[in-house]
């Protein structure tokens, strides 16, 4: 059984912090990995996808991705309101891809 | 990039009628084609792909069947809902290893 691990949360960062949110998923053949953000009532949307070992950066997001560990992180730098929301991460795991539960997170102002 | 058409945004049925949702595909053809349920506060659950016409894959043992008539166009039924079957339903589309695109999702209570 395929399956992603992650923290339901609620993680709460004040207004301009960084907010670090964490993954880990059990297939290591997984070539690609995401992270989607999904507000309250709504559909989930791509924020990052990474494929390689590393960091991966796209203005405040930073994506982490560690195969040997099997982890995989996304940074939000300079948090704002309006990044408050579920973040699900997801692998893709040949015709389907595996969502974890998403962390909720919450940016005070 | 793919558009997810997917109608009612919500939906209220009572227990033991009939489920029709359907989904339709803009800007790419042959998808990979998803029906997912999110129950509240919790991950989405695959309920069925399908990789072609008429070729439907089912994940999860239930009450709901699916099917694709044309290419582009997704179909999740049921003859009749049970309590269990409220969710939020998301269609999707994506090729392998790549970004899913999903369309708006239906709310459905089933009372």
Known sequence: QKEVEQNS??????EGAIAS???????RGSQSFFWYRQYSGKSPELIMFIYSNGDKEDGRFTAQ?????Q??????????PSDSATYLCAFSGGFKTIFGAGTRLFVKA | SQTIHQWPATLVQP?????????TVEGTSNPNLYWYRQAAGRGLQLLFYSVGIGQISSEVPQNLSASRPQDRQFILSSKKLLLSDSGFYLCASHRVNTEAFFGQGTRL???
């Open chain 1, 9 to 14: 949360g609620p993680l709460s960062v004040p």
């Open chain 1, 21 to 27: 949110l964490n993954c880990t998923y059990s297939d």
């Open chain 1, 65 to 69: 991705l560690n195969k040997a560990s």
């Open chain 1, 71 to 80: 982890y995989v992180s996304l940074l939000i730098r300079d948090s704002q």
């Open chain 2, 15 to 23: 227990v033991g009628s009939p489920l029709s949702l359907e989904c």
């Open chain 2, 109 to 111: 209570t089933v009372v």
